[in-house]
C-alpha cells in the first residue's frame, strides 16, 4: 500500500483539527470550573453578590453528552429551571439543597446570575460532574449511605457528615425499579433535616411505592426531556407551595 493512500482528506483533517481542538477548549474550561468550585463562596462573588467576570465560567448541559448506558435523560431547560427556582424558594437563605441524581438541576443553578445563596451540592455517578470540585459526592444507588462530605478545611469537623443537612432534596432515580427508589429514598431520609422538604421525579408506575417511602404525592408539574420519554413522568413533593400543587385523588 502507498503511502499516499494512508493520507487523510483535507476536509476530514480540518474536521479532526477542529474535535481535537474544541476538545482541548472544553477540558481548559472543566479545569478552570473546577479550581473556581474549590474555592469558598464567599471568594468567588463580589459583595454584590454578582460573580467575578474573570472567573464566570459558562457551563450548560450541553457540555454534557447523555450517556444511555446510566440512564441519562437531560431535562429540557425550562424544567431544570422551575425545579431549581423552586428549591431555591423553598429553602431559607444559606440553606442547604441537594441534586440527588439530578445533575441538570444542579448546572442550572451554577448557570443562575447573581447565584441565590444557596449551598447545593450534586449526588453523582457520573465523575464528568466531579469537575465541580466539593460541590459534588460520587453517589451510587446500590450503596445508600456510603459517602462523606470532606470540607475543604480540616477545622470545619462540623461538615463532615451529610446527615440531616439538607433542607432541600430534588431526586430522580436513575431507574424505574422498586430497588433505586426504595435506596435512593433511604438517601434522601438521611441527608434530609427534620421537615425538610422533597422534589421528586420519576415515573408514573412509582405513585404508591414513592407515597408509602417518602409521603410524596402527585403535583400538576410535569417535567419534561429534552428528547422525550416513552414513560409518563410526574413530579412528587412531601409539601405544596405557590408552584407545586398536589393533584386530586381522582385525577391521579
Not at 464567599?42 to 450517556?67: H, S, Y
Not at 448506558?69 to 429553602?91: H, M, N, P, R, V
Not at 460532574?129 to 470540607?151: C, I, Q, S
Amino acid at each position: 500500500m502507498e503511502d499516499d493512500d494512508l493520507k487523510l482528506s483535507d476536509s476530514t483533517l480540518l474536521a479532526l483539527q477542529q474535535f481535537l481542538s474544541e476538545q482541548k477548549e472544553q477540558q481548559e474550561k472543566f479545569e478552570k470550573l473546577k479550581q473556581i468550585s474549590e474555592k469558598r463562596f464567599d471568594d468567588i462573588q463580589n459583595e454584590d453578590g454578582e460573580v467575578k467576570e474573570e472567573e464566570d465560567i459558562k457551563i450548560t448541559m450541553e457540555d454534557f453528552k447523555e450517556d444511555w448506558q446510566l440512564s441519562q435523560f437531560w431535562y429540557d431547560d425550562d424544567t431544570q429551571l422551575k425545579l431549581i427556582q423552586e428549591a431555591i424558594d423553598a429553602s431559607p437563605e444559606n440553606g442547604w439543597i441537594a441534586c440527588l441524581c439530578s445533575p441538570s438541576v444542579f448546572v442550572k443553578y451554577k448557570s443562575l446570575r447573581p447565584v441565590p445563596k444557596r449551598n447545593v451540592v450534586v449526588f453523582e455517578f457520573d465523575e464528568r460532574f466531579n469537575v465541580y470540585g466539593p460541590e459534588f459526592v460520587f453517589y451510587d444507588y446500590k450503596y445508600p449511605l456510603k459517602f462523606t462530605y470532606l470540607p475543604e478545611k480540616e477545622s470545619d469537623k462540623d461538615k463532615r457528615t451529610l446527615k440531616n443537612k439538607f433542607d432541600v432534596v430534588v431526586m430522580d432515580p436513575p431507574f424505574l425499579s422498586e430497588e433505586c427508589l426504595v435506596k435512593a429514598s433511604m438517601t434522601t431520609r438521611w441527608i434530609l433535616k427534620e421537615n425538610g422538604k422533597i422534589i421528586a421525579c420519576t415515573g408514573r408506575v412509582q405513585t404508591e411505592l414513592i407515597k408509602r417511602l417518602l409521603n410524596c404525592k402527585t403535583t400538576t408539574f410535569e417535567p419534561l426531556h429534552r428528547g422525550g420519554l416513552s414513560n409518563e413522568f410526574c413530579c412528587f413533593s412531601n409539601y405544596e407551595s405557590n408552584f407545586l400543587k398536589w393533584k386530586d385523588e381522582k385525577d391521579i
